[in-house]
């Protein structure tokens, strides 16, 4: 199993970027598919952005397509969320999770997930 911390978050006025990052203890981080969702006060959770277990294939969410960039460094155990021209509407708390259930994009498909960071973009 793996434990994903996240780490990066912050405020950031419109326009701008930020990059997140989520380290997960465990020998076996290479073999899980990983995704980022993100939760709004008073909203449910919604799928970002995933990326396959060997990072050769992605999947983004439309709202976010062309503007974050997901990464990861297997040799790290750690994974990466850039994210470029922030919206007000970005902000949310950002999670990491790690499941072996392909590109999904439902929480459901996850099995393994970090506490979250904050983002807050000001307009």
């Known amino acids: 199993q793996v434990q994903p911390v996240e780490s990066g978050g912050g405020l950031v006025q419109a326009g701008g970027s930020l990059r997140l990052s989520c380290a997960a203890s465990?020998?076996?981080?290479?073999?899980?598919?990983m995704g980022w969702f993100r939760q709004a006060p008073g909203k449910e959770r919604e799928f970002v952005v995933a990326?396959?277990?060997?990072?050769?294939?992605?999947y983004y969410a439309d709202s976010v397509k062309g503007r974050f960039t997901i990464s990861r460094d297997n040799a790290k155990n750690t994974l990466y969320l850039q994210m470029n021209s922030l919206k007000p509407e970005d902000t949310a708390v950002y999670y990491c999770?790690?499941?072996?259930?392909?590109?999904?994009?439902?929480?459901?498909?996850?099995?393994?997930w970090g506490q979250g960071t904050q983002v807050t973009v000001s307009s």
């Open positions: 990326i396959g277990w060997s990072g050769r294939t992605t």
């Open positions: 465990g020998r076996t981080f290479n073999s899980y598919d």
């Open positions: 999770a790690a499941g072996h259930n392909g590109l999904g994009n439902d929480p459901r498909d996850y099995d393994y």
